[in-house]
């Protein structure tokens, strides 16, 4: 029996639909994510959540579901402003997108959300050291390690801060981050009545800083050093250093005014 090329073209027809028909659902959570952003980006935001939480729902864990739920958090964080709700979808991500970019970014919103809004400090910093642990040497883990740091100064927790801070600077980062690092270290050793070691770390940042309110930051810090450590002669050249616009030249009059009247209260 023969057969005709109809039925013999027929197999081939069926599996060239069913590719197309493949390849539409492959592009249809791409497709439904643009259109929920179009409605986001026109001002229709609870069309726009609809949309995206139709995507959520009906393609769990597919890279449009994953920015579907970065596009629904952080409008409600930044246009709702409702941090709990922002943080629920954040970690909604991070649960169900392993192995996403956007998951990294996710756990660094949660911590800010966590330290910023929710007045969290603990689960911030726990919720940054996770991230560390997902990530190698890089600038953005430099800042989240800085971070960790600066909760625990704020916490009061000044030796746990310091060894953060420490370790910091052992990594070479950034100046944009090494220089805080070295003014937080100069202060917790100050806070600590350790005024000779802190001085290293205040002159670390006039050396090497580009940021005058740094730079300023750290002279004063030296200031109050020379100061406490009864060498008012070095206190005070360091604060006629000080140029007129970089701080107030009253605030600069009376700092050099009390100096003065305390190494002749010494001088005695």
Sequence with gaps: MKLSRGVLGLPLLML??????????????SLLFRKAQLLERSGSLQQAARAYNRLISQYPGTPAACRALWELASMEYSVIQDAEKAVGLFHNLVDSCRGEELVGHAMLMIADIYELDLRDLEQSNQIRREYLELVSD???????????????FKQGKYVEAQAYFEHLLELEPEEEIATPA?????????IGQDYDRSIPYFYSVIERSRSPEFRLQARLGLIESYELLDKLSRSLEIAREIRPDEYPAQLKNDMLMRLSQKKKHFAR
């Design 138 to 152: 890089s600038e953005r883990s430099h800042e989240t390690l800085f971070k960790i740091g600066d909760v625990l």
């Design 182 to 190: 070295n003014l937080r270290i100069g202060t917790i050793l100050q």
């Design 16 to 29: 060239a639909f069913a590719v197309t028909i493949t390849k539409r659902d492959e592009r249809r959570p």
